[in-house]
């Protein structure tokens, strides 16, 4: 039993630390921080670094759109790639068949994002919560052997040759630009997450998410204000993948494979649900932490696992979660 | 072969696929009915369950032969220990989560799934094993149609492990204990039943089930390997909701259509092999929009 | 008893074995000089004026590992033998390897990696699919890239000129497949894939050729990975009547379909692809595997010029070389020659030399590019298990 109390002493105190942090001078401060030292990294950093580090930034936005879903109104979704592979889908037929320009291809991307969102959530989010999991699941893995079938998406190999944007000018091709642009997507998510979940919508979720029956007693339409979480997180995912296709330049299904969906996931609840530092260091978690274990070759996803095992046994709620009251 | 011979075998190979993924659902299905977990490594288990058939098998051969009885033993072992596995997992990582939110426990599942699919893959080297029991094809023909002993020795043994269970769960003191637990867990509590026996003892006969059809599954087919548990273990979750979660005959009878349905879709013109995953997950989402609660699912209020 | 504790005992199980495994997995140092001029003169070693980078890119995890580490001890080999030498251009060739895990994102951080090592060139490439984002960024850097393995068609289309492929293209294999075919008096083709971008790139190619020569494909099949229960599939191959079965996938599932396909009671000819060539594949399909013909890249056990290398592999790694060992060695050395006859590192120059290799003649067979930097023969030849072993078809 003393064991266990000391649990409860160290986790009180990473909340303190936590808490400390939320303080909004410093908060401001540590953001200031932050974005200097994230602007500047190009100067020092290697390729290498750039691309693991816009790596991380692309998941980052993946990680906070799963989170509207998952973490604002407690939807589990485990097809989450499926939205990812629409809107890089949609970027990569349209610039690579029809010679769109990228810039106009997001809103078709947003627009199908959203629509398959709707299509799938409208009639299954009633269901119950386990029952969501596996349609999102089949939806997701639907997805994929659509885009492996079709001839359209270029079959199993997949679409090459994606047409690389402009921007102010500059022919996005070198690794900082695209370090740069998916920082500035970062920033854009961060400011949509925090801004819905201190919306009327955000405590919609939150209500629903506590307690669906007196949300709905309250007057809480739940099939719609779940729905929305769902389309945002989709046109999240969707805006993803269309950005993800440009830098890759060539996409092909086996990207968007259930573990894919697993592993955003797993990144949302590791680093705290609901809460956009935590999902960030979730991310990050996810990216780097196979990447600084690479020389261990195939013990590197092990240690993974257990690890993972490890932070979820000793604190369930995740490295940063959100305060509840 | 004529339409109808081809329309019997596909109906025969797809009761064989689908015995297979209702053994493996009713882990899935128990555990889920007990503690509400959608126990995510369970696909793993029946990995790993096979791969201990296999090592068995090997010890076997020098002593009993790797005959019909070595099999037999290679799979009574295997069933006990990767049951045991199972108490274990259930111990280290899920009995500390019981009372925290319900995607903590689930991701614990996930990283559980990690743990078990890399460990063997470092063990293994990531290479494929052969079992080394070529039972041969010899078997009963029947017009065009043609079965193998082996295809019939399995699903009478699949029939006879679901008998057993049904029987346990039904006639026996644990059987009554675990339905009770799925129904009330507190009150079983004050009635003075052990809850966490109870849920171990669920957890040991969910993975013995799957070990036994990972056993079975490297001696029909002849190799297995470290990514075996990801397919079948997707393909008995979904089985188990089109039978209803939580429903034991559900998990058997959600198999049998499943795999009845891939078989079917993949000589159906329009569908064929390359849609047949996509027409079995079609009919899923269809089904659950129209009947919520899978086919034999009971409807109940949720409780978050 | 307090969770901790049990979280505890559970790690130190792990840890023992990570520990255990860490020991057993590590791969064995380069291989040491080969008996030659090096081992004559005793002690003595060769000095060298500065290093030469090459990079190699493979998946070192993942399910294609077993590959990716024959891949890289046979590269590691080569560049042992070339320094034991005197490596080239009197400097030491030094290997920087990159795990593309056959993954597209993770082998375009590795891709990045080795640009951001500044190596000369690249060799290395197994799945297709990883290889493809990466044949650009190597592109941008200015590196030639020598795609040892991955074959499918659509890395040709993304080249610009910078990469060379030294195995076969899937056209190449079609086209041997086809003479099979004809040559077993076939006139009804079954295909079967597995949906990733090598195998149904080469069952394309293959309908492609074989309708164009007035023939039929009556079945094209897909299974997916990992499933293991093809008997749905195997009937509706049946109730078709195919001559034949192309299988053009890899050797683990198509163990699994021969087999199938016999238990079912298919009589017809059975081909797989050369994603099948390993002797595993005979392993899995047990008897049923007798007659069966794999058309694929030359394997070492049947080059005769191959025979040192295997003797050299085995002392030094203790095991077989796979099936693409052959030319990922291959590769080194061709890139070594190309430094030579360039006489530098410069890129350009090193591309053009790459470009005009005069008939290399490899493990592998003769290595010399056509105008779209694939090989100018077709190294591909048909084999057949007879007796649990493939033996030369011709």
Partial sequence: MNTEKNITTQTRLTDNIYAGLEKKPVLYGIFALLIVAVLLVPQFANNYLLEIFTNTWFYIVLCLGLNIVVGYAGLLDLGYAAFFAIGAYTTGILSSQFGMNFWLTLPFSILFSALSGVIIGGPTLRLRSDYLAIVTLGFGEIIRIAARNLSITGGASGLIGIERPYLFGIYLSKIHHFYYLFFLLVILAVIVSYRLHYSRLGRAWQYIREDEDAAEAMGINRVQIKLYAFVIGAIFGGMAGSFYAIKMTAISPETFVFTQSAMILLAVVLGGMGKIPGVILGACALVLFPEIFREIGQMRMLLFGIVLLIIMIFRPQGIWPERRN | ?304 | MSKKLWVLLLMIGLLTFAVAGCGGSSTPAPAPAPEGEATGGGEETVSFDGQLKIGFMAPMTGSEATYGKDMENAAKLAMAEINAKGGVLGKELVMVTGDDACDPQQATAAASKLVSENVVAVVGGYCSGSTLPTVKIYADADIPFVIVAANSTRLIDENVGKAFMINGTGLHQGEKAVELFNRIGAKKLALVHQGDGYSEDLARITQDLWEAAGNEVVAMEVVNKGEQNFSSIVTSIKSKNPDVVYWTAYFADGGLLIKQLRQGGYTGDIVVGDGSNSPQLLEIAGQASEGVYVTTNPLVEYMPVAKEFIDNYKSAYSQEPGPYSALAYDGVYLVADAIERAGSVESAGLIQALADTPEYQGLSGVISFKDDNTLEQSNFVILQAKGGKWELAE
């Fill in chain 2, 1 to 304: 072969m004529s339409l109808q011979e081809i329309i019997l075998q596909q109906l025969i190979n797809g009761l064989l696929i689908g015995s297979f993924y209702s053994l493996v659902a009713l882990g899935y299905t128990m555990v889920y009915g007990i503690i509400k977990l959608l126990n995510f490594a369970h696909g793993d288990i029946y990995m790993v369950g096979a791969f201990v058939g296999f090592a068995l098998l090997g010890v076997f051969s020098t002593a009993i032969g790797a005959g019909w009885l070595g099999i037999v033993a290679a799979m009574l072992c295997s069933m006990v220990l990767v049951g045991l596995l199972g108490v274990v997992i259930q111990r280290v990582a899920y009995r500390p989560l019981l009372k925290a939110p319900r995607l903590s426990i689930l991701i614990t599942a996930v990283g559980m799934s990690l743990v078990l699919y890399n460990f063997v893959m470092v063990l293994t080297n990531g290479e494929y094993k052969a079992f080394n029991t070529d039972l041969g094809f010899s078997g009963v023909s029947l017009g065009a149609l043609y079965i193998t002993y082996t295809q019939i020795v399995l699903v009478v043994a699949t029939a006879l492990l679901m008998l057993g269970l049904h029987w346990f769960i039904n006639k026996t003191m644990y059987g009554k204990a675990m339905r009770a637990i799925a129904i009330d867990q507190d009150a079983c509590r004050l009635m003075g039943i052990n809850v966490n026996k109870t849920i171990a003892l669920t957890f040991f006969v969910g993975s013995a089930l799957a070990a036994a059809a990972g056993v079975m599954a490297g001696v029909y087919y002849g190799s297995i390997h470290f990514f075996m548990g990801f397919v079948i273990g997707l393909k008995a979750f979904t089985a188990a909701v089109i039978g209803g979660i939580g429903s034991i005959p559900g998990a058997m009878l959600g198999g049998l259509v499943l795999g009845l349905l891939e078989a079917l879709g993949t000589q159906l013109p329009m569908v064929g092999s390359e849609w047949k995953d996509v027409f079995a997950f079609v009919i899923l989402i269809l089904l659950l929009v129209f009947k919520p609660t899978g086919i034999l699912g009971k409807s109940e209020i949720e409780r978050m």
